[in-house]
Protein backbone atom coordinates (compact mmCIF):
# COMPACT_ATOMS: atom_id res chain seq x y z
CA UNK A 1 0.00 0.00 0.00
CA UNK A 2 1.39 3.52 -1.20
CA UNK A 3 1.55 6.41 1.19
CA UNK A 4 1.77 8.65 -1.20
CA UNK A 5 4.37 10.16 0.04
CA UNK A 6 6.76 11.68 -2.90
CA UNK A 7 10.19 11.47 -1.48
CA UNK A 8 9.47 8.71 0.86
CA UNK A 9 13.02 7.02 1.45
CA UNK A 10 15.08 9.99 -0.21
CA UNK A 11 16.78 12.25 1.97
CA UNK A 12 18.96 15.93 1.40
CA UNK A 13 21.27 16.05 -1.47
CA UNK A 14 19.97 12.60 -2.13
CA UNK A 15 19.44 11.81 -6.46
CA UNK A 16 22.07 12.20 -8.87
CA UNK A 17 25.16 14.07 -8.59
CA UNK A 18 27.29 16.08 -10.43
CA UNK A 19 27.87 19.40 -12.04
CA UNK A 20 24.98 18.96 -14.48
CA UNK A 21 22.76 18.80 -11.59
CA UNK A 22 24.62 21.49 -9.18
CA UNK A 23 25.87 23.33 -11.11
CA UNK A 24 29.47 24.85 -12.32
CA UNK A 25 32.38 24.60 -8.89
CA UNK A 26 34.07 28.10 -8.47
CA UNK A 27 37.11 28.57 -9.54
CA UNK A 28 40.05 27.49 -6.95
CA UNK A 29 44.07 27.42 -6.66
CA UNK A 30 45.51 25.23 -4.78
CA UNK A 31 48.54 26.41 -2.31
CA UNK A 32 51.30 24.25 -1.16
CA UNK A 33 52.90 24.64 2.46
CA UNK A 34 55.25 22.32 4.06
CA UNK A 35 56.56 22.16 7.99
CA UNK A 36 60.05 21.48 9.27
CA UNK A 37 59.13 17.86 8.96
CA UNK A 38 58.43 18.06 5.32
CA UNK A 39 54.92 16.83 5.02
CA UNK A 40 52.91 18.56 2.31
CA UNK A 41 49.87 20.61 2.84
CA UNK A 42 47.49 21.82 -0.14
CA UNK A 43 44.61 24.03 0.75
CA UNK A 44 42.21 24.94 -1.56
CA UNK A 45 41.57 28.69 -1.82
CA UNK A 46 38.82 30.42 -3.94
CA UNK A 47 40.89 32.04 -7.20
CA UNK A 48 39.75 35.56 -5.75
CA UNK A 49 41.29 35.59 -2.50
CA UNK A 50 44.61 34.05 -4.42
CA UNK A 51 46.30 37.28 -3.41
CA UNK A 52 45.36 37.46 0.26
CA UNK A 53 46.20 33.43 1.00
CA UNK A 54 48.03 32.87 4.66
CA UNK A 55 51.26 32.71 5.04
CA UNK A 56 52.06 30.12 7.54
CA UNK A 57 49.25 27.29 7.56
CA UNK A 58 49.20 24.35 10.30
CA UNK A 59 50.17 20.88 8.89
CA UNK A 60 47.39 18.50 10.07
CA UNK A 61 49.41 15.85 10.53
CA UNK A 62 52.05 16.95 13.18
CA UNK A 63 50.97 20.20 13.90
CA UNK A 64 53.90 22.36 13.29
CA UNK A 65 53.38 25.86 11.32
CA UNK A 66 54.17 25.27 7.44
CA UNK A 67 54.92 27.72 5.16
CA UNK A 68 55.44 28.30 1.26
CA UNK A 69 59.00 27.94 0.80
CA UNK A 70 59.93 24.31 0.52
CA UNK A 71 63.46 24.81 1.55
CA UNK A 72 62.97 27.42 4.32
CA UNK A 73 59.93 25.89 6.35
CA UNK A 74 58.83 28.05 9.43
CA UNK A 75 60.66 27.13 12.63
CA UNK A 76 58.37 25.30 15.63
CA UNK A 77 56.67 27.93 17.71
CA UNK A 78 58.02 27.54 20.98
CA UNK A 79 55.21 26.21 23.71
CA UNK A 80 55.46 28.44 27.14
CA UNK A 81 55.17 25.21 29.82
CA UNK A 82 52.30 25.58 32.52
CA UNK A 83 52.15 27.65 35.48
CA UNK A 84 50.60 27.53 38.57
CA UNK A 85 49.25 30.37 40.28
CA UNK A 86 51.66 29.72 42.76
CA UNK A 87 54.18 30.52 39.92
CA UNK A 88 53.32 33.47 38.80
CA UNK A 89 52.91 34.73 42.54
CA UNK A 90 56.19 34.45 42.98
CA UNK A 91 57.20 36.23 39.85
CA UNK A 92 55.28 39.43 41.26
CA UNK A 93 56.05 39.33 44.95
CA UNK A 94 59.62 38.53 46.41
CA UNK A 95 59.93 35.81 49.62
CA UNK A 96 59.81 38.78 52.23
CA UNK A 97 56.69 40.54 50.75
CA UNK A 98 54.92 37.00 50.94
CA UNK A 99 55.93 36.38 54.10
CA UNK A 100 54.48 40.38 55.41
CA UNK A 101 51.43 39.05 53.61
CA UNK A 102 51.06 35.91 55.39
CA UNK A 103 51.83 37.60 58.98
CA UNK A 104 49.33 39.82 57.96
CA UNK A 105 46.60 37.40 57.18
CA UNK A 106 47.03 35.31 60.49
CA UNK A 107 47.14 38.19 62.52
CA UNK A 108 43.70 39.11 61.22
CA UNK A 109 42.28 35.55 61.58
CA UNK A 110 43.97 35.46 65.27
CA UNK A 111 42.29 38.60 66.08
CA UNK A 112 38.69 37.12 64.90
CA UNK A 113 39.05 33.72 67.24
CA UNK A 114 39.19 31.76 64.31
CA UNK A 115 43.07 30.18 64.83
CA UNK A 116 44.94 30.45 68.29
Not at 67 to 83: H, L, S, V
Not at 94 to 100: D, F, I, K, L, P
Request: proline share 9%; charged share 25%.
Amino acid sequence: MASGNAIRGSRVGAGPSGEAERGDSAPCVHISYWCSNGHETRPTFADEVSLAVPETWDCPRCGLPSGQDQANPPPATRIEPYKTHLAYVKERRSQTEGEAILDEALRALRDRGLIC
